[in-house]
């Protein structure tokens, strides 16, 4: 069974950081892509950043320059460090990890920032 469990959200000052882990468990092999995903109330969800296995990244024009993806392919985890954060970051991320045409996603941590 896959599992995508993600840790770090939480509330904050706008200015300040937070770090979102995600540990993915169940998929065997290499993951193509990991990344993470958000959500604003009444929006749809959107790409923040994403990463590939060998370590090409992509980043939202909205987060960057603030937001920095990594990840280590031995513990199948993606770390997403934000800092400089503004009240528009405030939604639910989603952690995504993607293998050949399957997608799969975790639960949501909420990041509130504060004005």
């Known amino acids: 069974q896959v599992q995508l469990v993600e840790s770090g959200g939480g509330l904050v000052q706008a200015g300040g950081s937070l770090r979102l882990s995600c540990e993915v468990s169940?998929?065997?092999?290499?993951?193509?892509?990991m990344g993470w995903f958000r959500q604003a109330p009444g929006k749809q969800r959107e790409l923040v950043a994403r990463i590939s296995s060998g370590g090409t990244t992509n980043y939202a024009d909205p987060v960057k320059g603030r937001f920095t993806i990594s990840r280590d392919n031995a513990k199948n985890t993606v770390v997403l460090q934000m800092n400089s954060l503004k009240p528009e970051d405030t939604a639910v991320y989603y952690c995504?990890?993607?293998?050949?045409?399957?997608?799969?996603w975790g639960q949501g941590t909420q990041v509130t920032v504060s004005s």
């Open positions: 169940g998929i065997m092999g290499s993951i193509n892509v």
């Open positions: 995504n990890a993607v293998k050949g045409l399957a997608n799969y």
